[in-house]
């Protein structure tokens, strides 16, 4: 059974620090691996997503990376806004074609302080 | 473009109660769609998901159920609700083209 860990649970820094996120899956076959944002009460946003086959994906001051035999992702995020302040989690979809699930981590509590 | 709604977005109800959650999805066809529960301290759970009309596939045993009657609706109901049944309960929809999940806002439902 496919398990997602994500390290650390919650992280503050100030304004416009560097930070990576990391994410853990226990089985490294995967389809692909994808980064969410949820802001408090509210659903998900989809922000990158890395297909097994790939090392990483950009998009503007994030930057994902897949290392699919050590069962390893980080999220990197640069130059750190207030309006970065969210919960981050990572999920993979396992390999197989008819298998269209994806297992959660529980998510790192981003607060980036003015 | 795509739209998710879930309604309603906030349920306060007795234990023993019935539930129904509704979900539809606007700009698309023949989507796959999944329930989702995220309860504090325990993550994102899938509950169930949908490849097609009236065909529902189950991850959790428990006192839930889903069903699909039309293609882009999905309702989650239960007869009787038990105080583990409170959580933040969320739609989605797979793009099939890009393989990426979309989520709907969400409904809050607090079961006392």
């Known amino acids: 059974k496919q398990e997602v860990t994500q390290i650390p649970a919650a992280l503050s820094v100030p304004e416009g620090e560097n930070l990576v996120l990391n994410c853990s899956f226990t089985d490294s076959a995967i389809y692909n691996l994808q980064w969410f944002r949820q802001d408090p009460g509210k659903g998900l946003t989809s922000l990158l997503l890395?297909?097994?086959?790939?090392r990483e994906q950009t998009s503007g001051r994030l930057n994902a990376s897949l290392d699919k035999s050590s069962g390893r992702s980080t999220l990197y995020i640069a130059a750190s806004q207030p309006g970065d302040s969210a919960t981050y989690l990572c999920a993979v979809r396992g390999s197989g074609g008819s298998n269209y699930k994806l297992t959660f981590g529980k998510g790192t509590l981003l607060t980036v302080n003015p | 473009s795509q739209t998710i709604h879930q309604w309603p977005a906030t349920l306060v109800q007795p234990v023993g109660s019935p539930l129904s959650l509704e979900c539809t999805v606007e700009g698309t066809s023949n989507p796959n769609l999944y329930w989702y529960r995220q309860a504090a301290g325990r993550g994102l759970q899938l509950l169930f998901y949908s490849v097609g009309i009236g065909q529902i596939s189950s991850e959790v045993p428990q006192n839930l159920s889903a069903s699909r009657p039309q293609d882009r609706q999905f309702i989650l109901s239960s007869k009787k609700l038990l105080l583990s049944d409170s959580g933040f309960y969320l739609c989605a929809w797979r793009d099939r083209t890009y393989d990426t999940q979309y989520f709907g806002p969400g409904t809050r439902l607090t079961v006392l």
């Open positions: 890395i297909q097994s086959s790939q």
